[in-house]
């Protein structure tokens, strides 16, 4: 049997006795012969194996013919991604589904560094990753579309903030923010976040300190730096 699907580690080893001796050996039906019983590098595939003696006598076993097997192909079925929620998070996902191989399969995501035994990859950054498959035997296949890439949203930026004072005269003072970026349509607030609005315009305020947060359709959020 050799030890990988597609592999050439296959091995043959033939004893004889009685003839004249001075054996040679054969995996090819007798179209070739070697004084050497080992046979090894075999690929999976049928053999024919005979002897011949010195005197040319010749004798094909009988358990002919002799079959080395090899172990399904490890495949990918699917492969799975969610992408970061939010900009700089690190909750990407990969699922890999795949059968084949011998015994159980064990999961990599960068390029066969490390392995583990669940299919499932979370708690993933941004960035570009290589999955390899590897079974009990070590053999390794690598996923045909590699590398898989985990993109982000973009980042949600709070360009400017202006604020004017209330006045002497009891004219109440206002907050207009401008940003960009992120996921859809931005909400905005300036009471840290307790809650938000669609308007970036903050009318009739008294005076005050306000915390200024932005907010995107997929709920990531970003603290003005301001």
């Known amino acids: 049997v050799t030890g990988c699907a ?9 004893s004889a006795t ?25 690929t999976a595939g049928t053999y ?8 040319g006598c010749l004798q094909p076993y009988a358990g002919n013919p002799v079959i080395i097997t090899e172990p399904a192909a490890m495949v990918y079925s699917d492969v799975t991604v969610t ?20 015994g159980n399969l064990m999961y990599s995501i960068d390029g066969g560094a490390t392995y583990q035994a669940s299919s499932l990859f979370t708690g993933l ?4 990753y290589n999955l390899v498959l590897m079974d009990e035997n070590g ?4 996923y045909a579309n590699n590398p898989v890439v985990l993109d982000q949203p973009n980042e949600i930026v709070i360009s400017n903030v202006v604020s004017t004072n209330e006045t002497c005269t009891g004219g109440l003072g206002s907050i207009v923010i401008t940003a960009n970026g ?10 840290g976040g307790a809650t938000y609005q669609t308007s970036n315009i903050f009318n009739n305020l008294s005076a005050n ?7 995107d359709a997929s709920n990531c959020d970003q603290l003005y730096a301001g």
Request: with cysteine; hydrophobic share 30%; charged share 15%.
């Open 125 to 128: 950054d941004a960035g570009t």
């Open 182 to 191: 992120g996921a859809g349509n931005l909400r905005y607030s300036i009471d």
């Open 6 to 14: 597609g592999g050439s580690n296959g091995f043959i080893s033939i």
């Open 139 to 142: 053999c390794e296949v690598a």
């Open 209 to 215: 300190t306000y915390i200024v947060r932005v907010k």
């Open 18 to 42: 009685g003839g004249a001796g001075g054996y040679s050996y054969s995996i090819n039906g007798g179209a070739s012969f070697s004084s050497n019983p080992n046979f090894s590098n075999l």
């Open 48 to 55: 024919e194996v005979w002897t011949m003696d010195n005197l």
């Open 83 to 102: 992408e970061p929620g939010c900009f700089d998070s690190n909750d990407g996902t990969i699922e890999i589904t795949a059968t084949g191989g011998t």
